[in-house]
């Protein structure tokens, strides 16, 4: 399954209304009147000093919206470490990982020897899941019907004709424990909305060129849709080195000049 980000929400006119709010500060005049004297030149120029300056609080009132798929946990587990903002995940509890999807890493994909053993234990893998999913919800079917016989796969087809509302609860009761054999590898859906302000730092560490692979990919994607939602507001966002030094120390990339040429120009692409 391929990575999809898409921005499926935002703050309407986002670099107006941030232009606005921070020129409230200092304005003696109320918001109606800044934003009718608010040209888009005067916006870029105001939402640009703000940046210059660190005046960062203001650009809090946007907020995006992004719903990602097809990415792994593995992945998921680093966006999630991103405080400031609000996350619906895909639930491993109540979707059956019967028939799951995996991500397979670029390096493993490029070394022969390497995918045959990771795709046999993903295998394996998917194979144990099920048997213990159905295992476990088979011993709640005999313990409500202990006149159920057969193999498992017998015993729950027999259970859902009987009761079909038991066997869905069974099911899922059992998914919160065959879960636990599932792989990072998994693909999963999240639905995650951030305000400017923790973007902008979401976007200084991943996508730098030493983030991990899967997530810097993510987070290029968004930070491509929020240049085009908000041209202002993410003029010089991406890693630290587009707008100041780089923090990596002797670990850097050691190509400031490409990175800052790439992500200025990252809504050509």
Known sequence: MAIKVNLIAHTPNPDQLV??????????????EIQENLTPEK????VN??????????????????????????????????RIASYSQQSQRY???????????????????ALEEYERIISQQKEAYTKIRNSLAA??????????????????????????????AAIKKANEDARFILPNACTTSIVVTMNTRSLWNFFAHRCCNRAQWEIREVAIRM???????????????GPS????????GKMSCGKPAQMREYFLNLEKE
Do not use: W
Request: proline share 6%; net charge negative; with cysteine.
């Open 49 to 82: 000093m703000l940046s210059e300056i660190g005046h960062a609080s203001p650009m809090e009132h946007a907020s995006f919206t992004f719903a990602i798929e097809g990415i792994s946990r593995a992945c998921s587990h680093q966006l999630v470490r991103h």
């Open 43 to 46: 916006t870029e120029s105001f």
């Open 223 to 237: 930070l491509k849709l929020c240049k085009q939602a908000a041209p202002s507001l993410f003029k010089n966002s």
């Open 241 to 248: 080195c587009v707008c100041g030094k780089c923090p990596e």
């Open 95 to 113: 979707v059956d990982g019967n028939r799951f999807d995996f991500v397979t890493p670029p390096a493993i994909k490029q070394c022969g020897e």
């Open 19 to 32: 232009a606005a709010a921070a020129k409230l500060c200092y304005s003696p005049v109320g918001v109606d």
């Open 139 to 168: 011993k709640i079917a005999r313990e409500s019907y202990p006149e159920l016989s057969g193999d498992n796969d017998e015993a729950l087809a027999r259970f859902k004709e009987l009761d079909g509302s038991a066997y869905s």
